[in-house]
């Protein structure tokens, strides 16, 4: 996670969604990553530059529908940002696996790039104020972006 892939990726990437499903597809499924071509717009509008798309196939066998809107998405950069110091996390972890329970930023080591992947803890995804600003005023569905002060970050 984080880095280009060095071999091309066979596509469309096919990628079965769960029948638990609900007929209203979300702009984003997170375990590939899946973004909706919706959303990947919406990060262009706010300046995100570093994410390599490819195209993907979302197969929903209970409908018998697939969706061809999804790009699989990998956001290349990994950022070693968090102030450890002003952090709190379990012991026993290290990058980029650690889990946190509090996480502090040093805003001044995230290269200014507008969505990135922490390098401490490579699940995490972490975006400027302009992408939660545009991601909220696009009211995507399945999407929220939340504050690092919001105990259901963690």
Not at 38 to 52: M, P, Q, S, T, W
């Amino acid at each position: 996670m984080g880095i280009r892939y060095p071999d091309p990726v066979q596509e469309p990437i096919p990628c079965y969604l769960d029948p638990r499903s609900g007929p209203v597809m979300p702009d984003l499924i997170i375990d590939v990553p899946l973004f909706s071509q919706r959303l990947i717009e919406v990060l262009k509008g706010a300046g995100v530059r570093n994410l390599d798309l490819y195209d993907a196939e979302v197969i929903d066998r209970e409908r018998e529908k697939t969706y061809s809107h999804y790009k699989a998405v990998n956001i290349v950069g990994l950022v070693s940002c968090a102030d450890l110091p002003r952090s709190e996390y379990l012991p026993g972890y290290k990058p980029p696996l650690m889990k946190f329970t509090k996480l502090r930023v040093d805003e001044s080591r995230t290269l200014g790039l507008p969505l990135f992947r922490l390098a401490e803890d490579s699940l995490v995804i972490l975006v400027s104020e302009a992408v939660k600003q545009a991601v909220e005023a696009a009211k995507l569905v399945g999407v929220r972006v939340v504050s690092l002060e919001d105990p259901s970050a963690y």
